[in-house]
């Protein structure tokens, strides 16, 4: 029993490392300059980025307001 208490452990110690280096791995990402052959349009759909948007953001957005708004409910865990 006690070996199968050490496999999860692992597992569980190894699947936390993962999602710590992938998250790294955004931050990182986020820090180096965009490809400016695709600013202003959207990450998720790849429709332009309305220009009133980006206006108000400064240009440092990288979805439209629709996409936006998706996002921010899959993250707070609102369904649909």
């Known amino acids: 029993m006690s070996d199968e208490?050490?496999?999860a452990?692992?597992?569980d110690a190894e699947d936390r490392d993962r999602a710590i280096e992938a998250t790294r791995q955004r931050i990182a990402a986020s820090f180096t300059a965009r490809d400016r052959s695709i600013d202003g349009r959207c990450i998720d759909c790849d429709e332009p980025i309305e220009p009133a948007r980006l206006q108000?953001?400064?240009g440092k957005t990288s979805r439209c307001a629709s996409c936006a708004r998706d996002h921010e409910h899959r993250m707070k865990g609102y369904r649909r």
């Open 5 to 7: 208490i050490d496999r």
């Open 9 to 11: 452990q692992q597992r």
């Open 56 to 58: 108000v953001l400064a």
